[in-house]
């Protein structure tokens, strides 16, 4: 069975490609964004299972996801990448998704006061803006 672009196209990609400025196609799943990537083996989809399933209208199994959640953002992967796909910005886009719906992956209200108490106000603030909607 073949899949037409009507067959994989979601308003989820649509989001993420707008959001990014990252035109998700252009992969061709060479792995190398995996492979160099420092936080893969936190996460429980690949980087470049990221964006196939985006490309194959999986996006909701991607949202039910840890990985962007654990996305460094150290550009790493759009480093080695061959297409200069910048897929730390598809994840930033996936987390606004999630943010922009209301939810949130920390909740700080649930952090222990040891960590709010010894985590420098800095971190605390960039952390709950990555994490918290």
Not at 4 to 17: C, G, P, T
Request: aromatic share 6%; net charge positive.
């Amino acid at each position: 069975m073949l899949l037409s672009s009507k067959d994989v196209w979601s308003e989820l990609r649509a989001k993420v490609e707008d959001i990014s400025g990252t035109k998700l196609s252009s992969c061709y799943q060479c792995g190398k964004c995996s492979a160099g990537c420092p936080m893969a083996d936190l996460m429980d989809i690949p980087p470049h299972k990221v964006i196939r399933y985006l490309q194959i209208g999986l996006g909701e199994k991607v949202l039910r996801s840890n990985t962007m959640w654990f996305c460094a953002a150290c550009f790493t992967c759009e480093s080695r990448c061959p297409k200069s796909v910048d897929l730390s910005r598809v994840m930033e886009a996936l987390r606004a998704v999630i943010l922009r719906e209301g939810k949130s992956f920390v909740d700080p209200c649930s952090l222990p006061v040891e960590v709010l108490g010894g985590a420098p106000q800095q971190g605390l603030v960039s952390g709950f803006r990555k994490y918290t909607g």
